[in-house]
């Protein structure tokens, strides 16, 4: 297979997609969903229902995720995949009479909603914007009145909505009359240092790791001004349609194969590689990898640290420096790696150890690097390079 060339980057936060002041990252959506969708007593009027918008693969339907971290048990979570629910999913109409031999329709709810629990709900209406025309009238009262049909959710409810970008060319589409009724929140795509920072966290491969960092391109948009797609092939473009592209939800399911290379021949490898983030990023990721397997192990590092070679390739390096960060164990890791690290030349290298040590904020590896002596004192000396970082 022929490799198609991408740009490259030297080191964490280099070629980082700076995109439109128009967009809001994860954490942005995060932090505004219940400040604009919480209806409260006092402001039962002024809640608004924000619609996530993104490419595809950009991590948009793990905001519920990150709510259930931010809240825990004080609410009912409920994720509604709405292209595929029907009207019976929603609400049905059930015949019932009064003693006065009065007949109506009364409304059940769909057990989805778990209204048997007096908990307040945060429902992510997932892909509203591809849902039937039937359904997504019904799902325009939850949206703007906090009701399923005629039943109020709890007080103190939060709803959002995700979808793809009307450009993307995937079918998405809105009631005209609703458009107006929301807050259209269009999701920034993640940066490379941002990426890594949360792949270092779930245990993404350092060679995964390592691809993003060396090419930053990876987590670019079709939307940035001066894209060229003859220039980036590798990610979702809706003028080159293709099933299987680079983005950041299809470059972290590269994991499993990783882990199974070795069970299969190199060419079943860039089968798979393809079906995942296609053929131009996979052939970009197979080169990687075999630099990656004729690096130095862990433990040679280790033991010798002084003595065992420095690879020339600045993308083995980069390779070295995630491994680092998920292999340390002990203080005395720390220190067997700093003085390999010390010997590598370029200090934009060194600076992605540094960087991805200093931001493992949920794991043990940040407290064994800060704990480190001269851990800490290469980040002082050098601390213009940790701009929002905890130094």
């Known amino acids: ?24 990252n994860l954490k942005g959506c995060r932090d505004w969903i219940p400040i604009l969708s919480k209806q409260d007593p006092d402001n039962i009027d002024e809640c608004i229902t924000p619609i996530i918008q993104s490419e595809p693969g950009c991590g948009k339907s793990s905001v519920l995720k990150m709510l259930e971290e931010d809240y825990g048990d004080e609410y009912d979570y409920i994720y509604l ?12 109409k059930i015949p019932e009479k009064d003693e006065n031999d009065v007949r109506t329709l009364q409304s059940y709810i769909g057990g989805v909603f778990k209204m048997s629990s007096p908990k307040p709900k945060i429902i992510m209406l997932d892909e509203i914007m591809k849902a039937p025309k039937m359904t997504q009238t019904m799902f325009m009262k939850l949206i703007l009145e906090r009701k399923i049909d005629d039943v109020p959710l709890p007080m103190g409810s939060i709803i959002f909505g995700t979808s793809n970008n009307i450009s993307d060319g995937v079918g998405d589409g809105f009631l005209a009359h609703g458009g107006n009724r929301v807050c259209i929140i269009e999701l920034m795509k993640t940066t490379v240092k941002e990426w890594c920072e949360w792949g270092v966290k779930h245990n993404i491969h350092s060679y995964i790791l390592a691809l993003v960092n060396r090419y ?3 987590m670019a948009s079709y939307r940035d001004d001066g894209f060229d797609p003859r220039q980036n092939p590798c990610i979702f473009d809706p003028n080159n349609p293709q099933l299987s592209f680079a983005s950041p939800r299809s470059l972290a399911k590269l994991n499993v194969v990783v882990k199974n290379r070795h069970k299969f021949s190199k060419d079943s490898v860039m089968t798979v590689m393809a079906g995942i983030v296609g053929k131009a990023t996979a052939s970009q990721f197979s080169a990687l990898m075999s630099i990656g397997d004729a690096l130095p192990s862990w433990d040679e590092i280790m033991a010798q640290p002084e003595q ?8 083995a390096l980069m390779i070295l420096m995630f491994q680092a960060v998920q292999n340390m164990k002990t203080s005395k890791d720390v220190t067997q790696f700093i003085k390999f690290v010390d010997r590598v030349e370029k200090h934009e ?11 493992s904020k949920h794991s043990e590896v940040r407290l064994l690097a800060t704990g480190n002596a001269k851990f800490t004192k290469y980040c002082i000396e050098n601390r213009e390079n940790f701009a929002g970082d905890d130094v």
Not at 5 to 23: A, F, V
Not at 310 to 315: A, F, L, Q
Not at 349 to 359: E, G, K
């Open 1 to 24: 297979m022929t490799a198609v060339k991408i740009r490259e980057g030297n080191g964490i936060g280099e070629g980082d997609i700076r995109l439109s002041q128009w967009k809001l």
């Open 81 to 92: 995949d709405c292209p595929i629910l029907d009207y019976s999913d929603i609400c049905m």
């Open 216 to 218: 930053p391109d990876l």
């Open 308 to 315: 065992v070679d420095i690879p020339k390739s600045e993308s």
């Open 349 to 359: 290298i060194q600076s992605i150890f540094y960087t991805m040590a200093l931001n």
